[in-house]
């Protein structure tokens, strides 16, 4: 009986070990008495085919998201797919060259080369105010501005801008 000691001893465990999960198996509440996740009332013991469009919603939202049968859904990659492409339409919209616009510009008797070359600069005709300067003086036109409203349609050349402000409009 001794050889046999080490059997019995494990033999005896295991009986004991079963029992005792078998009365915690007893003692635990069943699944229909227990209460929802977020809800106080315990979870009807009815079939989901009477249940109401809303009461599925609820019962579903809480281990699921639930959406409309309408709503669109995205995945990652669409949603990566489709910033993709807005980043680029805004780039091209970002690149794409202003359209020409009218200027205006007044010159009032008595101004000089330099302010009429700044006023040029700030309407955005010209970039380079020294290039202008340098021309006119080239030119010997320094003194030669008409006083008065010049117009300047869409992109204009610095011999254009020269000129119109150099001529008498009609």
Same mark, same amino acid.
């Given at each position: 009986?001794? +050889?046999?000691?080490?059997?019995?001893?494990?033999?005896?465990?295991?009986?004991? &070990?079963?029992?005792?999960?078998? /009365?915690?198996? +007893? &003692? !635990?509440?069943?699944?229909?008495?227990?209460?929802?996740?977020?809800?106080? *009332?315990? !979870?009807? #013991?009815?079939? &989901?085919?009477?249940?109401? =469009?809303?009461?599925?919603?609820?019962?579903?939202?809480?281990?699921?998201?639930?959406?409309?049968?309408?709503?669109?859904?995205?995945?990652?990659?669409?949603? @990566?797919?489709?910033? =993709? %492409?807005?980043?680029?339409?805004? *780039? @091209?919209? %970002? /690149? #794409?060259?202003?359209?020409?616009? @009218?200027?205006?510009?007044?010159? %009032?008797?008595?101004?000089?080369?330099?302010?009429?070359?700044?006023?040029?600069?700030?309407? $955005?005709?010209?970039?380079?105010?020294?290039?202008?300067?340098?021309?006119?003086?080239? =030119? =010997?036109?320094?003194?030669?501005?008409?006083?008065?409203?010049?117009?300047?349609?869409? !992109?204009?050349?610095?011999? %254009?801008?020269?000129? +119109?402000?150099?001529? *008498?409009? $009609?």
């Amino acid at each position: 009986m001794s +050889n046999k000691k080490s059997l019995f001893y494990g033999l005896g465990s295991g009986l004991i &070990a079963g029992a005792i999960l078998l /009365q915690l198996m +007893n &003692a !635990a509440p069943s699944a229909s008495s227990l209460t929802q996740e977020g809800m106080d *009332k315990p !979870a009807p #013991a009815v079939a &989901a085919e009477s249940w109401s =469009r809303e009461q599925l919603k609820e019962a579903a939202a809480v281990h699921y998201q639930v959406y409309e049968k309408d709503a669109k859904v995205y995945l990652q990659p669409q949603v @990566d797919e489709l910033i =993709r %492409q807005r980043l680029a339409e805004e *780039k @091209d919209k %970002q /690149q #794409a060259p202003e359209p020409p616009k @009218d200027v205006y510009i007044y010159v %009032q008797s008595g101004l000089v080369l330099w302010q009429v070359s700044d006023m040029l600069v700030q309407s $955005g005709l010209i970039t380079d105010k020294k290039a202008f300067e340098d021309e006119m003086r080239k =030119r =010997r036109l320094t003194g030669s501005i008409i006083t008065g409203v010049h117009e300047f349609k869409g !992109a204009q050349t610095l011999d %254009q801008i020269i000129t +119109n402000l150099t001529t *008498k409009q $009609g």
